[in-house]
């Protein structure tokens, strides 16, 4: 069983536009999974939000240097980055 704690993820997407949220998560997800493999990415719906995060970091800042490299990757991406506090698996 994986061991969980409190910890840090980068979150990548969040929206909640009925039509179209879904897919672009999907779209965000991909996009992050492909340039980043080691990273686990985590998608879900929260209703109405679906939001993509990323990563199972112990500290801030590891969290943040992760979502700086995510940023120069992706700068389309950008409007969307935060880290954010987590139920994460180490």
Known sequence: ???????YRVQ???DNNPRTARRNAEA???R?????PHLRSYM???SPYW??????F????EAEATMAEIRQAFPSLS???RVVRDKINL
């Open 28 to 30: 965000a997800n991909q």
């Open 51 to 56: 939001r993509v995060k990323v990563g199972d």
């Open 79 to 81: 409007p969307y980055l």
């Open 44 to 46: 879900s719906f929260n």
């Open 1 to 7: 069983h994986p061991v969980v704690r409190t910890g």
């Open 32 to 36: 992050i999974a492909s340039q980043f």
């Open 12 to 14: 990548v997407f969040d």
């Open 58 to 61: 112990r500290s801030r800042a």
